[in-house]
Nanobody
Framework: QVQLVESGGGLVQAGGSLRLSCAASGRTFSNYAMGWFRQAAGKEREFVAAINWNGFTTYYADPVKGRFTISRDNAKNTMYLQMNSLNPEDTAVYYC????????????????WGEGTLVTVSS
């Protein structure tokens, strides 16, 4: 049974930073791409960032480019999202997604989801 557990969310002031973690279990973590998504109140879930199996290739949504950094540690079965220069528009529940193969493709989507962690950015 695949489990993805997010942590690291919280309340931060605008301009601040947070680091999210996603701990994975139940399948060979290093065989799959991973991603971060977010859903703000009243909006649909949207893509934030993704990373291929070996961490060498990453993808970012335009609103977070240059501010967020996705990474992974396959030895620890954990993915991270370093979020800097946060602004109130980043307020959302952030979800960890487990990919379908080694390489991320927006057309494929994610096979598994965590329950999310809330990030609130105050102005």
């Amino acid at each position: 049974q695949v489990q993805l557990v997010e942590s690291g969310g919280g309340l931060v002031q605008a301009g601040g930073s947070l680091r999210l973690s996603c701990a994975a279990s139940g399948r060979t973590f290093s065989n799959y791409a991973m991603g971060w998504f977010r859903q703000a109140a009243g909006k649909e879930r949207e893509f934030v960032a993704a990373i291929n199996w070996n961490g060498f290739t990453t993808y970012y949504a335009d609103p977070v480019k240059g501010r967020f950094t996705i990474s992974r540690d396959n030895a620890k079965n954990t993915m991270y999202l370093q979020m800097n220069s946060l602004n109130p528009e980043d307020t959302a529940v952030y979800y960890c997604g487990g990919g379908k193969s080694y390489y991320y493709s927006p057309d494929d989507g994610m096979d598994y989801w965590g329950e999310g962690t809330l990030v609130t950015v105050s102005s």
